[in-house]
C-alpha cells in the first residue's frame, strides 16, 4: 500500500485518461460480492440508473477506489446489513455515494479519514489488517481525476448517526 500510494500522483500524471464507463463496474463490484457473500455478510444494493455512466479516468484505478469503499462500508455494517450503492449523473458529473449502516465516523475524524495511516477498524477486527492507507489513496486518485471524495455520516429522523456515507464525483467525458 505504501508503494502504491507513492505511484499514484507519478502513475495519474503520465497516464492519458481515457473514457470509462462505471456503470458496469459498478454492477460487477455488487454482484460479486452478493455471489460470495455468506449468510450474515451485508447486502449491496445498487441503484444506478440505466446506461453508461462515462468519466475520463484510468479504468483499473477506478475500480480501486471503489473496491477500498465498497469493502470499507461492507467492514463496517452489521450482519445482515446493508450497504448502498446509489450513482448518478448530475450537472456534469458522475456522483456515487456508497453508503452502510456502520457506527458512522467520529464527527471529529471526517477530516483527518482521508490522510495516510488514519485507521477506524471495525470492533474486534485484528490489528495489522489494515494499512491506514485506503482512503489516502482513494483520494489522490480521485482528486488527481479532478474530481472530489467526501465523508459524512447518514443521520436518522431523529438525528442520530445511522452510518456512513461516501461520495465520489468525477466529471463526465
Known sequence: DI???????????????TPVDIAPILSALAELHEATRKEDDAIVVLEAPP??????GVEGRIVQVFRNLLGNAISFSPAKGHVWVKARLTGGLAEVAIEDEGPGIPEQKLESIFERFYSERPRGERFGQHSGLGLSISKQIVEGLRGTITAENRRNADGGVAGARFVVRLPVG
Open 51 to 56: 446506461g453508461p455512466m462515462v468519466v475520463r
Open 3 to 17: 508503494s502504491d500510494s507513492s505511484r499514484v500522483d507519478a502513475e495519474l500524471s503520465r497516464t492519458v485518461s
